[in-house]
């Protein structure tokens, strides 16, 4: 089995061809909870031991139409991020990786399973210049 599940590695430009825009006061810790205790605690992640944190953005791709466009990045860092951006602004994630999972609704549900993906990223920074953009290409 693969420990902390099949993280695959994937561009930003790839994952958000049209960009996304971060939503304020959406930066949280992520945190388990301890039925039996009834104690929150920070949650760590399983592969790299960081902490994991949670903010949301808006996927500006327009073929997405009137579907829902907000979509949850974990950020694994040790302190809080703190956003490189105002309100609303345009945002990219560096060390972004892609998990694929199943919502699967259960035989009780008329809905049937589907694929979903849940992103984690290790920072979030300001947009790159098409200059910078074509640096990073030309030096890799």
Known sequence: MIKGGA??????EVAFPAGC???????????DYD?????RTPQFDKVTGSRVWQCRVMDADPELGAQSREVVIKILADHQPVPPVGAFMP????????????????????????LMFS?????M?????????????VAA
Not at 102 to 113: H, L, Q, Y
Not at 119 to 123: D, E, G, P
């Open 7 to 12: 993280r695959i590695p994937t561009p930003f």
């Open 21 to 31: 825009v971060f939503v304020p006061d959406s930066i949280a810790a992520v945190e």
């Open 35 to 39: 039925a039996r205790t009834k104690v």
């Open 91 to 114: 945002v990219e994630f560096e060390g972004l990786m892609v998990t694929p999972w199943i919502d699967d609704p259960g035989k009780e549900s008329n809905r049937r399973p589907k």
């Open 119 to 123: 992103y984690r990223a290790t920072a």
């Open 125 to 137: 920074v300001a947009p790159k210049t098409v200059e910078q953009a074509r640096a990073t290409k």
